[in-house]
């Protein structure tokens, strides 16, 4: 009778009777896990809530930043603090456990193991005997148990091989396995159970307190055996890791490998099973000084132990076929079909599934970070035991059967006796000719150099953009610095440049710049392999741009009274004198020449944010260089992408009302009530605010990194900024604040109940995050504007963190139920009422604030001719945006009235939104003869004077430019790219 275990397949669970019980021996220990648990639960807890989530992100603003610089830029010192903080909390934990079976049990079991890999006889047994089970732990992997043991249900075994050593040591059932089952294990021989961790190369030795002091030196040899072999199994993988081209000893192996595991940024902590190819079951003397390239399964069976029936055979050969065939068609199909896609907008789903974005199908397969190596093939099956009786085994078992007849697998025999080899099909057994000259023999080693040779340019270009990413950063950081120009700067008035700095501005400029490259690290090697690295690093830098052109643009308050905070001495002779038109910005400027065009220049750099963000989506460039961060290839990514464009317009049209009606403006057009108003609608659309909180939703539909600055940071708090910026404008009137604090808090009741009742992560973070920065706006309306600022760069730290560990929703969720229980980490009980609120609010941000139908029907039926052209898709792809962006174009160009020697350089607009800020960073002086439509500026006059015509054009604008934009999505840009099976041209 077959023990139930050794069939392995999903779902075969041992007897309750059977399962091991675990004491811990450490004092303390379970109670300081316990609290630990609880602590970091209720941390959990609060995040979702909006006063736990405000309090969080002032309170803990030195932590979270900290920890975001740290594990993006240091993941070895990440490392460090928390092995230090673990000592320090936790003792070291000591275990034992109680026996799973009783004496015959456990010798029944351990026959069977012996009989298999034909250990028998007293001369077959060495003095000490090492068992390992197999198992990988890492972080921020929701596929960890793909990575785990499959015979063990995707667990660790570990503790399979403790049961196995310590029973073997039995006196009880040694003497059993002598006297009935012909097993006859020396006295003197020893069984020291372990675990082999596949992804950092740890191996733990269990019980070695109670190695006999007569073994002490077999243990320390055995022990000096496997930190060598570790070492070189870890170097022979880092040739795989193009991450690791620094590693070249084994310890230097060793330490990438344990970092790997720990590093909460990498997606590839091992490569698994990828490249499996054969399964060959029998004596290790068939295949022991062969390199096979971590290619096959390697099950032991002696032949010569066995009877005809194949008693011993179909217990080795049962988990072998059902286990290895499952693995191999796993990598198979995911290699061949797609899986479950990259692992770069993972988004687990109830603890227990995963979705790219917030609104797609659930994944089958692996993900492609685990099956990219593999070369999908069926698993090709040698078994080294005569042909009758490998047919005696398959007879018994119709799922055994099935598999090998219906050609699930390549299916061999070899006959250990005349060593022929035989090849099934459907039930005949037909001899192979190994000795045919006609058949070129297989190597046993595989090249990898064609392979290698293109990952190795893949990271050259990675790097570079990384490098630019990060320039772009450094450039953005440094704008409060140039103020004039960097063509105009005078070293020796540095200092007073650097006394005239606002320390407000600085502060946030900076910080932006510290959050953009640590996603930027971050992605280093969360995105590294990803087909639109670069794309997706330079979207993260023109994020991190756009937000400091805002954060250094004058307010609109200032431009209409006051000159920027800067020093007289700068400028000792005053401008010259303007009239007319240009003289109604008043005061002294920064540059003289572009007072007249500040009024609209505020309109253009927090455009220049949102159009960055959209040139990054729908820039066309070669798959294998640049990167999109929308993945065009599902119907609701195309969709929500357009939708965050359609609320990034209106808001763009809101700001506009605001500059048109602003004080700066003569009193007969000047309407300051109204420019407040479009100032808070600004920014209520952009920060996720009610009506449309469902917009940080709508928006996770990209990369992790580029979700986390994008929505949690930057996207997300520009409007805070803004508000700070411009109180003079709003906070005077007591409907306004009266406005942005029902906003806030609507916003943060509404926003609150939907995250608590949405099932994946990324979107209850992304409600989260909305409500918290409802609470930040209710802070703005009570006058704390530098509280706000401080509580909204504390809050994007603390949300980047959470986004970018969402992958780890299932570890943590499991490591608090091992710690407290089920009961005390289900969801808490709400009345229903609640419950159906929130689930109305989430349906509502879908079913009612979304696209018109129209929309949805630009798709077209079938793919165009230029479908699949990359050059035509960039041809088409650059129309269309410059198309959108000429109603955003900056002023450039001689202005018939101002002299030629104040005119602002300009600079090439192939870029959209490259404003008089950027261009006063270039050295180019000379202004160009080319003019282009101000068609913002022309648009905010005519809100003055033909309201109706203006509001028609503004109309006009967002519907057109959304539905271009959600064609260019559907039907130029080609998301065949996605698939496996895509051509390269």
């Known amino acids: 009778m077959r023990p139930v275990e050794i069939l392995a397949p999903e779902g075969n669970l041992p007897l309750e009777r059977n399962k091991m019980t675990v004491r811990q021996r450490t004092r303390g220990y379970l109670e300081r896990k316990k609290l630990l648990a609880e602590l970091t639960l209720a941390y959990e807890r609060a995040s979702f809530s909006p006063i736990g989530s405000t309090v969080i992100s002032g309170a803990m603003l030195p932590i979270s930043a900290g920890r975001l610089l740290l594990k993006s830029v240091s993941p070895a010192a990440t490392v460090a603090l928390e092995d230090a903080f673990s000592s320090a909390v936790l003792p070291v934990s000591d275990t034992d456990f109680l026996p799973p079976f009783n004496t015959e049990e456990f010798a029944s079991r351990l026959a069977q193991l012996f009989k298999n890999v034909g250990t028998t006889r007293e001369e077959d047994f060495a003095r000490l005997v090492t068992l390992t089970g197999h198992g990988a732990r890492s972080v921020n992997n929701p596929y960890l148990a793909a990575y785990n043991c499959g015979a063990c249900c995707g667990r660790e075994g570990g503790p399979n091989a403790r049961v196995t050593a310590r029973a073997a040591n039995d006196a009880p059932v040694r003497a059993l396995l002598r006297s009935q089952h012909g097993v006859n294990i020396p006295d003197d021989t020893w069984f020291v159970g372990g675990y082999h961790d596949t992804t950092s190369d740890l191996v733990e030795l269990y019980d070695l307190d109670r190695v006999p002091p007569t073994h002490e030196r077999d243990l320390a040899r055995a022990r000096a055996i496997l930190e060598r072999a570790r070492g070189q199994n870890a170097l022979e993988r880092c040739s795989k890791f193009f991450l690791a081209d620094h590693v070249k000893t084994p310890e230097q192996a060793l330490d990438h490998v344990r970092l790997r595991a720990r590093d909460v940024a990498e997606p590839r902590p091992e490569l698994g099973h990828s490249t499996n190819a054969a399964v060959i079951v029998g004596r290790r003397e068939l295949t022991k000084g062969k390199f096979m390239d971590r290619r096959p399964f390697l099950p032991s069976y002696d032949p010569f132990t066995d009877d005809d029936r194949g008693t011993n055979l179909e217990t080795v050969l049962t ?128 090249p990898f150099t064609e392979h290698e040779q293109y990952c190795k340019k893949v990271k050259k270009q990675e790097d570079a953009f990384t490098v630019a990413a990060l320039g772009l950063i450094t450039v953005s950081a440094l704008l409060p610095l140039f103020p004039d120009g960097i063509q105009n700067l005078d070293l020796a008035m540095l200092p007073a440049v650097l006394d005239a700095i606002d320390p407000i501005q600085a502060v946030v400029t900076t910080s932006a710049a510290l959050l953009g490259a640590s996603s930027v690290a971050f992605s280093r090697r969360y995105l590294h392999g990803e087909f639109m690295y670069g794309r997706m690093q330079m979207f993260s830098a023109g994020m991190v741009l756009g937000f400091n052109l805002v954060a250094v643009a004058p307010t609109l308050e ?88 359609l609320i990034y317009q209106l808001s763009d049209a809101a700001l506009l009302t605001a500059i048109a009606f602003s004080a700066e403006n003569d009193a007969a057009v000047a309407n300051p009530e109204l420019a407040a108003a479009g100032l808070l609608v600004a920014s209520a659309l952009k920060s996720s605010q009610f009506p449309v909180s469902g917009l940080f939703l709508r928006s996770m539909e990209g990369a992790s990194p580029n979700s986390a600055l994008g929505y949690a940071a930057l996207s997300a708090h520009i409007p805070v900024v803004l508000l700070a910026q411009t109180m003079p404008m709003w906070f005077e009137f007591e ?104 689930w109305a609010f989430n349906r509502i941000n879908f079913d009612i604030f979304r696209l018109p139908d129209q929309f949805y029907g630009v798709d077209l039926k079938r793919p165009l001719n230029f479908y699949n052209a990359k050059g035509t898709q960039l041809a088409i792809t650059a129309t269309f945006v410059a198309f959108i962006a000429a109603f955003h174009l900056p002023q450039v160009g001689s202005a018939p009235d101002l002299p030629q020697a104040v005119l602002a350089p300009t600079v090439p607009d192939f870029v959209p939104h490259v404003d008089q800020k950027m261009a006063l960073l270039l050295p180019n002086p000379a202004a160009s003869p080319l003019s282009f439509l101000q068609v913002d500026e022309r648009v905010a006059e005519l809100m003055q004077t033909e309201p109706l015509l203006a509001a028609g054009l503004l109309t006009l604008n967002v519907l057109g430019s959304t539905a271009l934009i959600r064609f260019l999505f559907g039907n130029v840009l080609d998301f065949g790219r996605f698939n496996s099976d895509r051509t390269q041209t």
């Open 319 to 446: 988990p072998a076929l059902v286990v290895g065939s499952g693995i191999s068609l796993e990598y198979f199909f995911s290699a061949v079909d797609g899986g479950a896609g990259t692992k770069a907008p993972t988004n687990v789903v109830g603890n227990f599934a995963l979705q790219q974005g917030t609104a797609g199908d659930l994944l089958i397969g692996l993900a492609t970070q685990m099956s990219e190596l593999h070369t999908p093939i069926r698993a090709f099956y040698l078994v080294d035991a005569p042909v009758a009786r490998v047919e005696a085994v398959l007879g018994r078992n119709k799922k055994l059967e099935d598999i090998v007849r219906n050609k699930w697998v390549k299916f061999f025999v070899r006959d250990p006796k005349t060593q022929q080899i035989y090849r099934e099909d459907r039930g005949r057994y037909l001899p192979v000719d190994t000795m045919d000259d006609t058949i070129t023999p297989l190597p046993d080693h595989v």
């Open 558 to 645: 200032q431009v209409a009274t006051v000159s920027p905070p800067v020093s007289p001495s700068l400028f000792p002779d005053p401008p010259p004198p303007l009239s007319g038109a240009h003289a109604r910005a008043g005061g002294h400027c920064l540059h003289p020449c572009i007072a007249d065009h500040l009024p609209f220049r505020s309109s253009r750099l927090s455009r220049a944010e949102a159009v960055a963000r959209l040139f990054s989506q729908v820039s066309p460039l070669p798959p294998r260089t640049s990167a999109t961060p929308g993945f065009n290839d599902r119907p609701t990514a195309r969709d929500n992408a357009a939708y965050a464009f």
């Open 735 to 838: 409907w306004a604040r009266a406005a942005l604090a029902a906003v806030g808090i609507v916003t943060a009741v509404q926003a609150t109940l939907i995250a608590n009742v949405r099932a994946d992560r990324k979107g209850s973070i992304a409600s989260a995050t909305a409500a918290t920065v409802g609470v930040i706006f209710v802070v703005l309306a009570a006058g704390y504007d530098e509280a706000a600022l401080l509580l909204a760069l504390g809050h994007s730290c603390f949300r980047m963190n959470q986004i970018l560990r969402s992958p780890s929703a299932i570890q943590d969720s499991s490591a608090w139920q091992a710690a407290l229980g089920s009961e005390a980490t289900a969801p808490e009980r709400v009345f229903d009422v609640v419950w159906k609120a929130g």
